[in-house]
């Protein structure tokens, strides 16, 4: 009846799923609330929370050798919740606990050959920055910074921000398509892969 959610659609997650498809990658695809989606020859694994997805993620990650975090996580979730209505009267005050940061923690158990892209959503003028030191801080090789000023790119079929890579030069979008972004991710993805061997 009540929850904490936010505005995504997912739609930049499943659009990176369906170019790596394309580009002959085994995908699957660990998503939470979505707008609804058909990918032919992904393996999709549902989970309900935080805790579930950084599970499901942690065990599929050992084998893997990508992972694109482009889950809008809920950074917080309740202390308690209830199976029951809660009536407002009850109801004086919400303590929330922080969830696990799954990028961060896939981050810091990457190993040498694996590949991590990140996002991150960011309303500041200085959005590179900010951007750089997110995938610094949270060990990503690749990361697409929104710029999500007045509520733009969540639930939009289009998108506008920067893709960021440890050994790039910035690349600017503007009002691209999702899968336009998703295209450049899995080329950057593929390059850095073909590097490995
Ligand atoms: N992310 C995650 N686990 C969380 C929150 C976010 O794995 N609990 C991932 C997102 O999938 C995304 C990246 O972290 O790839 C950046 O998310 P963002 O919300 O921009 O950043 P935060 O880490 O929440 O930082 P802040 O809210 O302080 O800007």
Redo the contacts with the bound molecule.
């Keep these: 009846m009540r929850f904490i959610g936010n505005h995504s659609s997912g739609r930049q997650g499943l659009a990176i799923a369906y170019e790596a498809l394309k580009a002959g990658a085994d995908v699957t695809v660990i998503a939470g609330e979505t707008d609804p989606f058909d990918l032919p020859g992904a393996t999709v694994i549902k989970v309900q929370s935080?805790e579930d997805m950084l599970k499901v993620i942690d065990q599929n990650f050992v084998d893997a050798d990508v992972l694109v975090?482009?889950?809008?996580?809920?950074?917080f979730r309740v202390d308690k919740s209830s199976i029951v209505k809660l009536k407002k009267d009850e109801l004086t005050h919400i303590a929330l606990v922080q969830?696990?940061?799954?990028?961060?923690t896939m981050g810091a158990k990457k190993r040498s050959h694996q590949v991590i892209v990140?996002?991150?959503?960011?309303t500041a003028h200085d959005i590179e920055n900010l951007g750089l030191k997110?995938m610094q801080g949270?060990g990503a090789d690749l990361l697409f910074v929104n710029d999500v000023s007045g509520g733009a790119v969540f639930g939009q079929e289009e998108t506008t921000g920067l893709l960021l890579g440890m050994d790039i030069a910035t690349r600017s979008f503007s009002n691209v398509s999702k899968y336009v972004v998703a295209e450049e991710i899995v080329k950057e993805v593929a390059k850095r892969l073909e590097l490995h061997g």
């Design positions: 935080a975090m482009a889950a809008a996580v809920a950074d969830n696990p940061d799954i990028l961060a990140g996002f991150a959503a960011e997110k949270k």
